[in-house]
């Protein structure tokens, strides 16, 4: 399990108050999205350690066995056993002595001091028995033979010379060493397979850390917790809202799982309504370049699907985007009407995709948007149309990046905010919601769009395909092909 945290401030610590969590699933989800990273450093640590391992040099092993024949002075009762078998562990510690190892040096005249010597050579007891192994590891197999049989040689002399009370009981070479015939190591194949293993680990650690420290809007984050407004449905990435091909997915793609998305937000859109009137809806993000006018236009086309009488105002008049995305002309708009009173909307809305759908663009762009959009036309304009309407969604622009969209849903009955999911930056959406909530103005939710994978209680697989006689009916779409813009 992995422990991580979600900080409204990436630069906090975990600590008192912070919001911790244990969740393997979510660190799997987040290497299974960030896979080609983990796969990526799994590759570099693999290929690093097999290659490293087949430029070392080869190494060979071989041993020799000696065999402990008992002391006189001994016996053959039990005590006797035990005294010869810890005479046994004594002269393990021998073999490696200094003088010992000095005379093999010097008997095979090896270019090596008695110290390095010792550090090729094991000894080990053999379990259960009186056999004591010498093993001797060299980068040339026939002198690594030598070395452990000569080793051998030199520690029974060492033996007999010293043959006392203390070392009573001989020795004699049981077994002498074969010359091996392939190295032991290095084993490239095997170094390459526990880089792989370090590598995926390091991988799945640095995708946890990115995460820790990734700051963007996503929905394992508490976001209502955090902005105090609820995730009002998660649009995921669509194939048909692409540059060249049409905006309104809702109309070209209407099996879709984006589509059915934006039949939830309806439904919950209806839901917020409950707790107070929400004729006049404006649709705004926290940046330039969140989707905020593609969910605009895919809102008025379910929302006339479901029989809604609806206007879709494009009050962006700093950079309009719903006269391109329905392929309507512009020359005359909202800011048609704020200059001159007299004119009925009607006589500048514009019927688009469905029977009962209308688009008011933007018009000419001002050299004064904010004035227009804070004006007591624009006021009155609003009244009037959402009297004649039953729903009116109102394109605004980033509030990051203009106080226009404060002053025009100052006027309405909510805001929603359209976040690009994994992009927009949580500070970003905090800054924004801050400026709603001193305005004093009611923020219905937040839409997470352009989600590219799907999970939790939004996720809809498999489940949604509706067959040929329960998909929407829905006239042609006026508009030709769009291409999408920044919003």
Not at 234 to 252: D, E, H, L, N, W
Not at 350 to 373: F, H, K, R, Y
Not at 465 to 470: D, G, L, V
Request: net charge negative; glycine share 8%.
């Amino acid at each position: 399990m992995f422990l991580y945290c979600y900080l409204d401030n990436p630069g906090e610590r975990c600590g008192k108050g912070t919001d911790v969590e244990i969740d393997l699933r979510h660190l799997l989800r987040l290497a299974r999205r960030r896979g080609w990273l983990v796969l990526l450093i799994m590759l570099v640590c693999g290929s690093a350690a097999y290659m490293r391992s087949a430029r070392e040099v080869d190494l060979y092993t071989t041993n020799t066995r000696l065999l402990l024949l008992g002391s006189e002075n001994t016996g053959s009762d039990y005590t006797g056993l035990l005294t010869t078998q810890q005479l046994a562990a004594t002269y393990q510690q021998l073999v490696k002595n200094d003088e010992i190892m000095q005379r093999v040096v010097d008997t095979l005249h090896l270019p090596i001091s008695s110290g390095a010597l010792a550090s090729q050579i094991t000894v080990s007891l053999v379990p259960d028995t009186l056999l004591m192994q010498i093993s001797v590891m060299d980068t040339d197999p026939r002198r690594a033979a030598k070395i452990a049989d000569t080793t051998a040689q030199q520690f029974v002399a060492y033996i007999n010379e010293h043959k006392g009370p203390t070392l009573s009981a001989p020795v004699e070479v049981s077994t002498t060493a074969n010359v091996p015939g392939a190295p032991f190591a290095p084993t490239p194949m095997r170094s390459g397979e526990i880089g792989l293993f370090v590598g995926l680990l390091l991988g799945i650690g640095i995708v946890a850390l990115l995460e820790y420290f990734d700051s963007t809007v996503k929905p394992e984050r508490d976001l209502p917790g955090i902005i105090g407004a609820p995730i009002l449905a998660s649009i995921p990435q669509s194939a048909s809202v692409k540059p060249g091909v049409r905006q309104v997915f809702t109309m070209a793609d209407p099996q879709a799982i984006a589509a059915e998305a934006m039949r939830l937000l309806r439904t919950n859109l209806e839901f917020a309504s409950a707790s107070g009137d929400l004729n006049k809806l404006v649709v705004s993000s926290p940046v330039a370049g969140e989707g905020k006018s593609t969910v605009v236009a895919n809102l008025g086309i379910v929302m006339a699907q479901n029989g809604l009488r609806t206007v879709i105002i494009d009050a962006d008049l700093r950079k309009p985007s719903q006269a391109r995305i329905f392929g309507v002309p512009d020359d005359e708009g909202l800011t048609t009407l704020l200059t001159h009173p007299e004119h009925a909307w009607t006589s500048i809305a514009q019927a688009v995709a469905l029977p009962e759908l209308w688009l008011i663009p933007s018009g000419p762009l001002p050299p004064d948007p904010a004035d227009m959009v804070s004006s007591k036309r624009f006021a009155e304009l609003l009244d009037r149309v959402s009297a004649e309407a039953d729903m009116v969604i109102i394109d605004s622009p980033p509030v990051l990046a203009a106080a226009d969209t404060l002053a025009i849903a100052s006027r309405a009955d909510g805001l929603m905010f359209v976040c690009f999911s994994h992009k927009t930056r949580l500070d970003a959406l905090q800054h924004a919601t801050r400026s709603v909530q001193q305005g004093g103005i009611r923020l219905v939710g937040i839409v997470l769009n352009r989600m590219k994978h799907q999970h939790g209680p939004t996720y809809y697989g498999e489940y949604y395909r509706p067959t040929a006689e329960s998909r929407p009916q829905a006239a042609p779409a006026s508009a030709g092909p769009a291409q999408s813009g920044a919003d």
